[in-house]
């Protein structure tokens, strides 16, 4: 009885697995599969979906309307393929991100939300993303950003001669004058050694492009449709600039354009531009000289190390803000309390010119009205509590007219240098592309 009834089991032990055989035969597993080789990693399919589902979801956030999908599937795929390159270069160099230094920037990142940390973490799962996926992206994006600035800051040359031909041309762009412009762009980059058949089929993107924009298609998906740009896929936005710090190649057909306008196609030796204004801001009268903007503040700052952590900073900040809002006098307690060197002058920095100090501290002191002093502000030195005394523009001397001019020419010249670095990077690249749609 007893062997019967375990050979009954057995045969209903059988019947469900071939059943449950059978099942996954009629649906069949996907087999990720790889689509292309650069130098000798490979993109696989399953990234390529991952990336993509990561770019819709920012897009819909941004009320782009989507490209068509294979669009958006080969431009994707490009846009990893040159990432990975430079990724590759930067390990061969030696660039790392530790932990520690991704561990801050996830905080400023889930700061910058208005969430914690733990709460941050869990609205992303709530949406899907693998937490530790969305940090080694977050590691790769502050990699590729330190890579930029250190290979392209090394092959930016600014001549004497530039520079003197700067100064001697004060009125050059007078019709905006030292307008603030918001722009976007598209740029279809053109390989080194192009041959005469690809100048043209990427010359013919190019007017497909601009052509879609002539008709009224929007600026952001055009640009996630056709544009090489890292900033692609985020509409081409290339933020607020004064106008002289734009490349020549786009300073020359803004002043063309008026707001919600796009240029024709540019040409420079990197590919093909589209230039859009977006907005101005100022830049009625004519530049008449060098005049530059000094401002006079003091700083508490409290650093961040071993001992202290950004949680710790940002809270003695927060107790000593409050104190100085109920009364308490500015200069004494930044020599109680501020971890620099001009703790023993009350926190005075003395006159500030633009770019004296790092992008955070300045723009946070540039929105202070005189005597207001801000929240806790966070710099690559720590936090700090800026209270901004006085402010005056004045003409320059003729070393700080020359410094401010070089300035200007290397921010001009940035965005050209690195585009050129990269279609170099790529260029020398082996790529072997396995989708089967290509």
Same mark, same amino acid.
């Given at each position: 009885?007893?062997?019967?009834i375990?050979l009954?089991?057995?045969?209903s032990w059988?019947?469900?697995?071939?059943?449950h055989a059978q099942?996954r035969r009629?649906?069949p597993?996907?087999?990720?599969?790889i689509?292309?080789v650069?130098?000798?990693?490979?993109?696989?399919?399953?990234?390529?979906?991952?990336?993509?589902?990561?770019?819709?979801?920012?897009?819909r956030?941004?009320n782009?309307?989507?490209p068509?999908?294979?669009?958006l599937?080969?431009?994707?795929?490009?846009?990893?393929?040159t990432?990975?390159?430079?990724?590759?270069f930067?390990?061969e160099?030696?660039?790392?991100?530790?932990?520690i230094?991704l561990?801050?920037?996830?905080r400023?990142?889930?700061e910058g939300?208005?969430?914690?940390l733990?709460?941050?973490?869990?609205a992303?799962?709530k949406?899907g993303i693998?937490?530790?996926?969305?940090?080694?992206?977050?590691?790769?994006?502050i990699?590729?950003?330190?890579?930029?600035?250190r290979e392209?800051?090394s092959?930016?040359?600014?001549?004497?001669?530039e520079?003197?031909?700067?100064?001697?041309n004060p009125?050059?762009?007078a019709?905006?004058?030292n307008?603030e412009?918001?722009?976007a762009?598209?740029?279809?980059?053109?390989?080194e050694?192009?041959t005469?058949?690809q100048?043209?089929r990427i010359?013919?993107?190019?007017?497909?492009?601009?052509?879609?924009?002539?008709r009224?298609?929007?600026f952001?998906k055009?640009?996630?449709?056709?544009?090489?740009?890292?900033?692609?896929?985020?509409?081409?936005?290339m933020?607020?600039?004064?106008?002289?710090?734009?490349?020549?190649?786009?300073?020359?057909?803004i002043?063309? /354009?008026?707001p919600g306008?796009v240029?024709?196609?540019?040409?420079?030796?990197?590919?093909?531009?589209?230039?859009k204004l977006?907005d101005k801001q100022?830049g009625s009268g004519?530049?008449?000289?060098?005049a530059?903007?000094?401002?006079?503040a003091?700083?508490?700052?409290?650093k961040v190390?071993?001992?202290?952590?950004?949680?710790?900073?940002?809270?003695?900040?927060?107790?000593?803000?409050?104190? /100085?809002?109920?009364?308490?006098?500015?200069?004494?307690?930044?020599r109680?309390?501020?971890?620099?060197?001009?703790?023993?002058?009350?926190?005075?920095?003395?006159?500030?010119?633009?770019?004296?100090?790092?992008?955070?501290?300045?723009?946070?002191?540039?929105a202070l009205k005189?005597?207001?002093?801000?929240e806790?502000?966070?710099?690559?030195?720590?936090f700090?509590l800026?209270?901004? /005394?006085?402010?005056?523009?004045e003409?320059a001397?003729?070393?700080r007219?020359?410094?401010s001019?070089?300035?200007v020419?290397?921010?001009?010249k940035?965005?050209?240098?690195y585009?050129?670095?990269?279609r170099?990077?790529?260029d020398?690249?082996?790529?072997?592309y396995r989708?089967?749609?290509?």
């Amino acid at each position: 009885m007893i062997f019967r009834i375990l050979l009954l089991c057995l045969f209903s032990w059988l019947s469900l697995v071939s059943a449950h055989a059978q099942t996954r035969r009629a649906q069949p597993l996907e087999i990720d599969r790889i689509i292309a080789v650069v130098n000798e990693e490979a993109i696989t399919a399953f990234e390529l979906r991952a990336r993509q589902a990561t770019v819709e979801r920012q897009l819909r956030g941004q009320n782009v309307q989507l490209p068509p999908r294979e669009v958006l599937e080969k431009q994707l795929l490009e846009r990893m393929i040159t990432d990975r390159v430079q990724l590759q270069f930067a390990r061969e160099t030696g660039l790392r991100i530790s932990d520690i230094e991704l561990d801050a920037a996830m905080r400023r990142i889930a700061e910058g939300n208005r969430m914690s940390l733990q709460d941050f973490r869990a609205a992303l799962e709530k949406d899907g993303i693998v937490w530790s996926k969305f940090r080694e992206e977050i590691r790769e994006e502050i990699v590729l950003s330190r890579l930029r600035d250190r290979e392209v800051e090394s092959r930016i040359v600014v001549s004497d001669g530039e520079i003197d031909n700067y100064l001697a041309n004060p009125d050059q762009g007078a019709e905006m004058g030292n307008a603030e412009v918001q722009t976007a762009h598209i740029i279809l980059r053109v390989p080194e050694q192009a041959t005469p058949d690809q100048l043209m089929r990427i010359g013919a993107r190019a007017q497909a492009a601009l052509d879609q924009l002539r008709r009224g298609e929007s600026f952001a998906k055009v640009a996630a449709s056709y544009s090489d740009a890292p900033d692609g896929l985020t509409g081409g936005l290339m933020g607020a600039r004064p106008l002289d710090r734009l490349p020549a190649l786009y300073a020359d057909a803004i002043r063309k /354009l008026k707001p919600g306008e796009v240029s024709d196609i540019l040409r420079s030796p990197a590919g093909f531009h589209i230039v859009k204004l977006i907005d101005k801001q100022g830049g009625s009268g004519v530049k008449t000289g060098v005049a530059l903007k000094q401002t006079r503040a003091r700083h508490v700052l409290i650093k961040v190390n071993e001992l202290v952590s950004e949680a710790e900073a940002r809270r003695k900040l927060v107790v000593l803000k409050e104190r /100085l809002d109920n009364g308490a006098d500015f200069a004494e307690l930044a020599r109680l309390n501020s971890n620099d060197l001009s703790a023993t002058k009350g926190g005075d920095l003395g006159w500030l010119y633009q770019g004296d100090t790092v992008p955070d501290f300045e723009k946070a002191m540039d929105a202070l009205k005189i005597n207001q002093i801000s929240e806790p502000v966070q710099s690559p030195f720590g936090f700090h509590l800026i209270q901004v /005394l006085e402010r005056r523009t004045e003409d320059a001397t003729a070393e700080r007219q020359r410094l401010s001019a070089r300035q200007v020419l290397r921010e001009r010249k940035a965005d050209e240098a690195y585009q050129d670095w990269v279609r170099q990077m790529r260029d020398r690249a082996y790529v072997e592309y396995r989708s089967e749609e290509r």
